[in-house]
């Protein structure tokens, strides 16, 4: 234990309380509907688990339930872009800059630097990232990303949802848009479909909140499984990630959230939401309906609540 202490005794006492009461927040929230699949999950589910480096662990609520990645899934094809290219080669063509827009928005793509996307956890950032996974064919490439996700998870079986896979890949429209642009600006190479097959399988991964917490456990541990004692990560690597998470991990709510929790988290369009206590705890949490800025609006109440009340801020 480093910095801030997990004291999960303390938090399974309060958490089923403090779960009902963040629930009632998913009621001014949206499930997100432009991935047809996606809208057909539960409005009002909520579920969390905390793991911390001890191997204890506390769950309330929905905890069980199954959903995709989505955009959480960037944060862990970043490090194994960093880990196959190297961090002069990924920032050759991607940036460390929050947009303060939607992560689906072309705007900052034109007007600034053409085609370099600002940071690698916007849909253009991680669909350029996604063609930098090294394999023989796009399919070696989603295969090597799908074995990494795993080992970072304990070893838990994950796999595509092919159902989410099928209803991005056919409604991806602006994604395409994305894709098209940036090989214009030569920062993507090769073919439009086989790196978006690769970037929306990443996003279709599905896992619980359990397999979240797992993997963020590994960040918490700087690379290092703190239950298994095994180096997964170079711990450059995940001081670039985490950085990433407090400056967009969030989008254009980051900042808020870096005030309120002061935790690295990620967040996908699932209503997922992964975060760690550095040093201590992984946390994972779903709730599908969404705020305006695209976050699970109960799962935001609730890590804020539970950051704010065990005092886990980093600031
Ligand atoms: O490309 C997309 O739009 C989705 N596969 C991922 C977006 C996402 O999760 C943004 N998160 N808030």
Redesign the pocket.
Known sequence: MTNKEARLEEVRQFLPQWLEESRKEAASGEVASY?PELSKASHTALGIHLLDIQGDSASAGDCGMSFTL??ISKVFTLILALIDNGEDAVFERVGMEPTGDN??SMLKLELVRPGIPFNPLI?AGAITISSMIKGATPEEKSARILDFFRRLSGGSPLKVNEAVYRS?FET?NL?RSIAYFLVENGVLNGSVEEVLSI??RH?SIEATCRDLARMALILAGDGTDPLSGENLIPRRYVQIAKTFMITCGM?NASGEFAIKAGLPAK????GGILTFVPGALGIGVVGPALNAK??SSAGVHLIERLSQRMDWSLF
């Open positions: 991935i989505q955009s992560f689906n849909n991005e991806g994604n970037y929306f996003c989008y967040s996908g369009v699932s695209g976050n």
